[in-house]
C-alpha cells in the first residue's frame, strides 16, 4: 500500500484544516488507518486511528474533541479534520496502516505515508 498525504504547510491559530491520505493499492479496505505526529525534538506520537470498516475510531485523549478521522474506502482516502489549531500542534504529520489491532503502537504499522508539514503561527 503507497500512502500519500496531501500538502499543508502554515495556518494560524484556530485554524481547522483537513488532512487527506491516499492510497494506491488494491487493498485500503482492508487496512486500520491511524495518523501520527512528531514535533522537532520529539518522538513520534500517536493522533487517532480507525477500524479497516470506519465502524471504530480510537483516540488520543489528549486531542479527542479537537481532531476527527474518517475514511472514505470508495476514494481509498483517510481524512484527518484538525480544529481549533494552537502552535503546539505544529508537527509533521503522517497517516499509516496497519492490520493490527494494536492501534496506538507505531511499530505496529506496516506502510507509512512521507508526511507533511503542519506549522501552526501564533
Known amino acids: 500500500v503507497l500512502l500519500v498525504e496531501s500538502w499543508l504547510g502554515l495556518v494560524q491559530t484556530g485554524g481547522s484544516p483537513r488532512l487527506s491520505c491516499a492510497a494506491r493499492?488494491?487493498?485500503?479496505?482492508?487496512?486500520?488507518m491511524g495518523w501520527f505526529r512528531q514535533a522537532p525534538g520529539k518522538e513520534r506520537e500517536f493522533v487517532v486511528a480507525?477500524?479497516?470498516?470506519?465502524?471504530?475510531?480510537y483516540y488520543n485523549d489528549s486531542m479527542k474533541g479537537r481532531f476527527t478521522i474518517s475514511r472514505d474506502n470508495g476514494k481509498k482516502t483517510v481524512y484527518l479534520q484538525l480544529n481549533s489549531l494552537k502552535p503546539e500542534d505544529t508537527a509533521v504529520y503522517y497517516c499509516?496502516?496497519?492490520?493490527?489491532?494494536?492501534?496506538?503502537?507505531?511499530?505496529?504499522?506496516?506502510?507509512w505515508g512521507q508526511g507533511t508539514q503542519v506549522t501552526v503561527s501564533s
Open positions: 499509516a496502516a496497519t492490520k493490527s489491532s494494536g492501534y496506538r503502537d507505531a511499530l505496529n504499522y506496516n506502510y
Open positions: 493499492g488494491p487493498t485500503f479496505s482492508t487496512y486500520n
Open positions: 480507525i477500524k479497516w470498516s470506519g465502524g471504530a475510531t
